[in-house]
């Protein structure tokens, strides 16, 4: 038995497509969870989408917490005794896959990008070294716990006729010292940098917040998207975090990818070496990201940009 | 105020070549340094402890001599050192073990700190991992963080949302890289951190049995990157009709 939990509910369809995959191997199942909520077409939803059971777990929280939901979670394996526990690799799915490992005794492997069963062994692929490589590993303890990132894999089509079972669960949580004071919507521009086939980034070699309106152009006349290295939007916060771009922020790959003012450390690369066309524009002809690129410009940002927009603005009419 | 951050002590990542017939990555005789984010912790503990108080003990479980770079965290303030030594083929399970063991011989603490992620392995899961087997509360994550008196008022910096978390101690707090500027100790506080302590722990003086990792690595692949690496140095009316001439060749222009 599979048991899958993420907080994002695009992810969970994901994660249930790859429990499916996964527990063909096993010959078993896959089971849902979700936390503190009454909407049953939500339940619904996963069992269209491949879910054989749903668990509709009240743990009292109105929200995620750390440490009782790793609780519950471990409370509900106590029960069912699955041998695989697929979490949504977002912040919160990190923290609870790694404490609920270290509460169950066993293995645990963040940001899987691939997911089998070798030799009867769980067995996992996972990028290392900012990029450099990927590790291979094996579980050697169950149940096996991994956490998989958003995109990664592909949900079932939806089936209408597909059963399952859901079930209502109270859990009795402990409850910890700690408690959430406040949540924050931050503003996001709703952009979507992972589904984006033309990405034009920004880093540090902008000025001013201004300034990234010369990207926004470019990115507008080539029908694409804007995205940024971690301190345009970590430090400075001049674009929301969902242009982020990198190790740490998102991982794209695009057709074209054009990098304007940014150095091209190893923590950028990270997230955009899939990209089929990468295209640097950086003053400084020894910068890093010359070296990650099919072609690159040296020159001043604000002398290329303005001239490369309106050149591709006459190429495309 | 007792504070034990944890650093690792990684291989720069940025100095990893790969074998061009192998296209694996070369790890052998990479340099070592204290990952980076880990320096924003002992920063961070370093403030905590000038407000407060107190004592400030950074922990690391490495499988090599890592004495030259914890000496670069006691310069910029730490007061303590503890090292201990661990297998070579130490999991997470392993690591978080030997740390949760020589926190507890540490014994009174009311901060344990550490990066959100390493930056050669990148999971973000030693924090809470080591919060779990300490059964104390975790705040991951975090961006700002305020010591008080008797409870410690942090943001969790979770993407789309800002988490205000707030917990007695002791507790288990994972800091990101924008949280503060780790400082650059001067040649005085280097000269001055040479006498601060550096305990050399082994397993067994930890009462640590044998631990058996739960992964087990398989191999380690490379990932290889072709580019063209055309450049175009020349007059930049030139160079962008150059680019824009090549783009539309590549069929991206449309
Ligand atoms: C654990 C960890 C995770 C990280 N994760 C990420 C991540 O996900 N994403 C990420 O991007 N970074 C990440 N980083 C940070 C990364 O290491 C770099 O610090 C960051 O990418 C640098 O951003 P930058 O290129 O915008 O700025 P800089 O490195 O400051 O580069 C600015 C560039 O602009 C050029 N420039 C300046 N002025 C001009 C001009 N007028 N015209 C043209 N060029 C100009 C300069 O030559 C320079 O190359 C991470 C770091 C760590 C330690
Ligand atoms: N071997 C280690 N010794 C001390 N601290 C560590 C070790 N490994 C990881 N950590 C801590 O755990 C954090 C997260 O690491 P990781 O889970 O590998 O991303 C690091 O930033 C350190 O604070």
């Known amino acids: 038995m599979v048991l899958v939990y993420s907080d994002d509910e695009k992810n969970m369809l994901e994660l249930i497509a790859k429990a499916k995959d996964v527990s063909k191997e096993l010959d078993e199942k896959a089971t849902a969870v979700v936390f503190d909520t009454d909407d049953e077409s939500l339940a619904k939803k996963y069992i269209m989408h491949g879910a054989d059971r749903v668990f509709m777990v009240k743990t009292g929280l109105n929200t995620f917490k750390g440490e009782e939901y790793t609780d519950a979670m471990e409370k509900i394996l106590e029960e069912t005794n699955e041998e695989v526990v697929i979490v949504g690799s977002t912040k919160n799915g990190k923290e609870l896959a790694s404490r609920l490992a270290a509460k169950l005794d066993t293995g645990c492997v963040i940001d899987c990008i691939n997911l089998y069963v070798k030799d009867g062994k769980l067995t996992t692929e996972r990028v290392v070294y900012s990029g450099n490589a990927i590790a291979v590993e094996r579980f050697n303890s169950k149940p096996a716990v991994v956490t998989i990132p958003p995109k990664v894999f592909d949900p079932l089509p939806e089936d209408e006729s597909r059963a399952g079972e859901v079930i209502k669960k109270e859990v009795k949580v402990d409850r910890y010292p700690s408690r959430i004071v406040d949540v924050k919507e931050m503003k996001t521009g709703e952009v979507n940098v992972e589904d984006a086939e033309i990405i034009v980034s920004c880093g540090r070699g902008f000025k001013k917040k201004e300034d990234i309106q010369l990207v926004e152009e470019l990115a507008k006349v080539l029908r694409g998207t804007t995205g940024c290295s971690r301190p345009i939007a970590a430090d400075l916060k001049w674009l929301s975090e969902d242009h982020w771009i990198g190790l740490s922020g998102h991982k794209v790959k695009p057709k074209l990818y054009i990098a304007v003012g940014i150095s091209g450390q190893i923590q950028h690369i990270a997230g955009m070496r899939d990209s089929d066309v990468v295209v640097a524009i950086n003053k400084d002809p020894e910068a890093l990201i010359f070296k990650s690129a099919d072609y690159g410009i040296v020159g001043d940002l604000y002398e290329v940009l303005p001239k490369l927009t309106n050149a591709v603005k006459e190429k495309m009419s | ?254």
Request: net charge negative; aromatic share 2%.
């Open chain 2, 1 to 254: 105020m007792n504070i034990v951050v944890c650093a690792k002590q990684v291989i720069d990542v940025s100095e990893i070549k790969v074998d061009p017939s192998t296209k694996k990555p070369v790890l052998q005789g990479v340099p070592l340094k204290i990952s980076d984010i880990d320096k924003n912790a002992v920063e961070e503990a370093i403030r905590i402890k000038e407000k407060h108080g107190g004592k400030v003990t950074v922990l690391t479980v490495s499988s090599s001599d890592a004495k030259e770079r914890v000496k670069e965290l006691l310069a910029m303030g730490a007061d303590e050192a503890v090292i201990v030594s661990a297998p070579e083929n130490a999991d997470y399970d392993v690591v978080s073990k030997l740390l949760a063991a020589a926190i507890k011989k540490i014994g009174d603490y009311d901060i344990v700190l550490g990066g959100e992620a390493s930056i050669d392995l990148f999971s973000g899961q030693m924090g809470p991992r080591l919060a779990g087997l300490l059964g104390i509360p975790q705040i991951t994550y975090a961006r700002k963080v305020d010591a008080e008196k008797d409870k410690v008022v942090a943001e969790r910096d979770v993407g789309d949302v800002v988490v205000t978390m707030e917990s007695p101690y002791p507790v288990l707090i994972t800091v990101t890289k924008e949280i503060n500027e780790p400082r650059l100790p001067s040649l005085m506080q280097i000269l001055a951190s040479a006498n601060k302590p550096i305990n050399e722990w082994s397993m067994e003086s930890l009462g640590v049995k044998e631990l058996t990792p739960k992964m087990e690595t398989v191999e380690v692949k490379g990932v290889s990157m072709e580019r063209k690496n055309i450049v175009y140095q020349d007059d930049v009316d030139e160079a962008v009709e150059k680019l824009v001439d090549s783009l539309a060749k590549e069929g991206v222009l449309r």
